[in-house]
């Protein structure tokens, strides 16, 4: 049984330090991707930027980078997926406080979408030696707008999963030791009747009625209680994601997580 225990405690205290682990690993790779990003959308090089924004999404993905990816498929004339991303992004911030002038984009890029997708009216018959010229399509300007320029990490709800998968964990360590000191009753009630057998006294019914008792319950408190750390400790992981994760505010052509 106390074998059991060790391993009981070992699985929380593994499971915690993986999850803490994998979240700090996609963390930096989500900074080092980010960082190449703002750089190369600074140089104009929209399709590296692209690229570097996506592994950034791809190791963390938060919303607010939807935001940049749209704006480098504009850059780039890729319309269609420009807008995409910016309803991607207003659907997965709910309000974000761009999101006045994302709408716009949306607005005007659709209605370039559609002035596309309009067949030209036929061309009125004109004497053999003239050769008509379509009238070009005009597409409103659309002005250029900052990416993504600074994220402050949100406290309300992460502070929640933080303090309530901190409470679970406790509470499984605490069920931890008490189905340890139950097992530990259970030993010292198998001792005595060994001890008891040894010395060829009585046998004591209730003695070892106890003894059982103790262990199936030190057992199931023991399940129970690892699997309280386990829980505990996933919630405090999605809590410290959380706690991480960028709000957004635009300004400037830089993005600033709060790493």
Not at 103 to 118: N, S
């Amino acid at each position: 049984m106390r074998q059991a225990q060790r391993i009981v405690g070992l699985i929380g205290i593994v499971t915690l330090l993986l999850l803490c682990g994998v979240a700090g690993a996609d963390k930096k790779t989500a900074k080092d991707a980010y960082v190449r990003g703002i750089k190369q959308y600074n140089l104009g090089e929209f399709k590296a930027a692209l690229a570097a924004f996506t592994d950034a999404y791809n190791a963390h993905p938060d919303p607010s980078l939807l935001f940049n990816l749209g704006q480098c498929h504009r850059q780039l004339g890729e319309r269609q997926k420009a807008v995409t991303l910016y309803r991607s992004y207003l659907r997965e911030t709910g309000e974000p406080p761009n999101a006045t002038e994302v709408r716009r984009l949306v607005a005007v890029l659709e209605e370039a979408l559609a002035k596309e997708h309009v067949k030209p009216a036929e061309p009125e018959k004109a004497p053999a030696s003239v050769t008509p010229t379509p009238a070009p399509v005009e597409v409103a300007p659309v002005a250029p707008t900052p990416i993504v320029s600074h994220v402050d990490a949100p406290r309300g709800k992460s502070r929640v999963k933080l303090i309530a998968g901190a409470t679970v964990a406790a509470l499984g360590v605490g069920l931890v030791a008490s189905g340890a000191a139950l097992e530990a009753l259970a030993g010292s009630a198998s001792d005595k009747l060994t001890a008891a057998d040894r010395a060829q006294g009585q046998f004591d019914q209730s003695l070892y009625d106890r003894g059982k008792t103790f262990e199936v319950a030190g057992i199931a408190t023991l399940a129970v209680g690892g699997a309280l750390v386990i829980a505990g400790a996933v919630v405090v992981a999605v809590g410290v994601r959380e706690r991480n994760r960028p709000v957004v505010t635009a300004k400037n052509n830089a993005i600033r997580f709060g790493f």
